[in-house]
């Protein structure tokens, strides 16, 4: 009998406590207002080549388009702004959208050459792109799956009592 993997059971915990966090918000005409719990995805693109590329050191990427992409398939789109801030929101959350997410198969991945935003950087083979996570998703062994449960859970609860979750990319690199 195979051992389940703490990805996998974290995913299960995670599913199962948001199908009971949704059961007990407020639903349309009971609460005043839609219960839907939206995904919000909010970053800034960098102007750099590398990897693990520290967003608060170099200078952003203005007007780049970035999409989210999850098991390879673009799910939403953005133009950051003049500042390279961007934020995509994926609509009401779904299974099918939130499961990508807590398994790690979505990055943020710019679609727009870097050489836009810095010539010195045509040359550049790949793409620029960053995994992304829940905020408060910390991850990390036992105590990190741990630590991560709750950081979620709590994360899921106020996204459910807000009606927002918040998605964040990690290090941006070219790839």
Known sequence: MATPSSSSITSLLLAAF???AVGIA???AEGG???AVVGLVT???PCSAGSSINVASVPAFPNATVQLRCGGRAVAGATADSSGAF???LGALTPA???PLLNNKCSVV???P???CDASLAGVAGTLMAPVQLLGDTGGGLGGLIGGIVGVVGQILSGVLGNIISIVPSAFSVV
């Open 33 to 35: 207002a839609s219960s």
């Open 97 to 99: 959208t939130l499961m």
């Open 18 to 20: 948001l199908v009971a």
């Open 26 to 28: 407020p639903h349309g």
């Open 87 to 89: 934020a995509m929101n």
């Open 43 to 45: 970053g800034v693109v």
């Open 114 to 116: 870097l050489a836009a």
């Open 110 to 112: 710019v679609t727009t």
